[in-house]
Structures are given as C-alpha cells and as structure tokens.
C-alpha cells in the first residue's frame, strides 16, 4: 500500500490508472476507522479496480466549540487496516496542502445543509461540502462510498455531485451497527460504559417508530412522540431532534405514507449521537 501525502502525487497516480482504463473506488475519512469503515472498503474493492482511502481530519467541518485537536487519530491503526482491507493508496494530506493560503473556494448545498444537522453546526456542511468535492478532483474516483448512518451528508454529496456535474457514482451504504445496535461511530469511544449502554436508546425509539408505522399510526406527531416518548427513557439522553422526513428532500413529513426516513439525533453526556433508518409504507 502506498502511503500518499501530496495531493499532486495522488492526483499523478490516478491519472495513470486511467489511462489503463482502471476503475478507481474511494472512501474517503477522517481516520479512527471501525467496521463500518471496513465495510465501504471491502464494497469499493469489490467493484473497482484501484481503492484509495483518505484519511484527513477536515479543519473547516467543525465548529468553534467541537474540539478539532482531541479527534482521534490512531494513524498506525488505520492505516494496518487499510492495509489489511487491500487498499492500494492511503492518501493522508496535510491542512495546508489541502487550504494553502490564498485558497477561498467553498462549496454550499444550501437547502438540504440548512436542517437538522446544519441547525446545530451551522457551517458544518459547508466544510464537508467543500472537502469532499476537493478530495474528488484530487483523487478523481469513478466510485465513492459513503455511510448511511450520515444520511444529511450523503444525500448532500449526492446533490453537489449532480449540480457541479462531478461524474462521481456515490454509492451509499447500509449502517454497521454493534450487537445491541448502536450504530458505529468514531465518536463512541467518548461515551463512558453507563452512557455507552444508554446510547442504544437512539436505535430503540426507531424500533418503536418503525412498530408504530407498521401498526398503522395515522399521524406523524403520533411517531414522533413514540419515539420521544422511548428516548425520554433514558434520564441521560437529550433529543435534539428526531423527525420523519422525506428520505429525497429530508424535508419534514406531513404523512405517514410511501418511504419513510427516522431521522435523529441525541446528545448524552457531551456526545452527540446521529442515526437513521428507512422505512415504507
Ligand atoms: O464522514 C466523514 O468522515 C467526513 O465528513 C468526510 C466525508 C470524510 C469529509 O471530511
């Protein structure tokens, strides 16, 4: 496995496969991977050629109060499983290759950053936005594998990709999840063991949503308060938001009927925790 820094050495690399017609795959990351990672990666090398994994803790995706110095970065982890997985380059840039000084350029998806998310990190997406779109013309993958448990951040991606015609496929994943299904996340490792039991309170009101949905709940205020109802039951969980919405526009829904997105987020203790899960009716 190469162990690329320079985006011009990456870019170089990439160029050269496709010239020989190769299909190059990409995950990008920000590292501190886990199984949901190793997933997207044994997808992508199951149907590319060449695999590039990045790994880059993207300044600009986080607020002033996130703490961008304490993420996790256990690099010689990573980069074992990468290594394990069949990754063909490692592509770890610095800050300052990816902003040297002069750069301006950012990337919004205003309508579908602005929810959910976007509320509580108001230039979060923008961040994400940005990055992912100088990762791809960097890497220039035909293929990008992405998580569903980020669903706001895939479906944005998806959109910048057709509006500034990228020519990326993204290809979105289902959720990797712990026994108890939590779903996996760098962020885990914060919640001490209390909270780390609690934390499955998330996936437990989806459950009771989704029961709800199939038992034939007329009303979206009625889901939604069955699913409040059951994270209520956690005296350490905080709902920042947990919503039905239109899994295309992630707009709120006005009725229980078609597909079907739970979406959600809950705070407990400092660490904020996302998920998702689609249903039909
Ligand atoms: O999902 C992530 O890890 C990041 O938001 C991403 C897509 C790598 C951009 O920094």
């Not at 060449?50 to 703490?67: H, R």
């Not at 594998?145 to 500034?164: H, T």
Request: aromatic content about 6%; hydrophobic content about 40%.
């Amino acid at each position: 496995m190469k162990i690329l820094r320079a985006p011009q050495s990456v870019a170089a690399w990439s160029e050269r496969l496709r010239k020989e017609g190769l299909t190059i795959g990409f995950v990008p990351t920000m590292g501190a991977l886990h199984d949901g990672h190793r997933s997207l990666i044994r997808a992508a090398r199951l149907r590319c050629d060449a695999l590039v994994v990045s790994i880059f803790v993207n300044p600009t995706q986080f607020g002033p109060t996130e703490d961008l110095t304490k993420y996790p970065r256990p690099i010689t982890h990573d980069r074992a499983l990468c290594r394990a997985e069949g990754v063909d380059v490692c592509f770890e840039p610095t800050p300052d290759a990816m902003y040297p000084e002069g750069c301006q350029t950012i990337v919004t998806v205003p309508e579908i950053a602005h929810r959910w998310e976007g509320k509580t990190r108001p230039h979060h997406f923008a961040g994400v936005a940005t990055v992912v779109t100088k990762l791809f013309g960097i890497v220039r993958p035909h293929v990008a594998l992405f998580g569903q448990k980020d669903y706001q951040q895939a479906a944005l991606i998806k959109r910048l990709v057709a509006d500034l015609n990228l020519g990326v496929t993204i290809d979105v994943r289902p959720t990797i999840r712990e026994k108890d299904g939590l779903a996996m996340s760098s962020r885990n490792r914060y919640l001490s063991p209390d909270d780390r039991r609690a934390a499955t309170i998330l996936y437990q009101s989806f459950q009771a949503g989704r029961q709800a949905i199939e038992a034939g709940a007329k009303s979206v205020s009625t889901v939604e308060c069955i699913m409040a109802k059951m994270v209520a039951q956690e005296s350490t969980a905080h709902i920042e938001y947990l919503a039905l919405c239109d899994p295309a526009s992630l707009e709120p829904l006005t009725q229980v009927k078609g597909r079907i997105l739970l979406l959600g987020a809950i705070r407990i203790g400092s660490v904020r925790l996302i998920d998702n899960m689609l249903i039909t009716r």
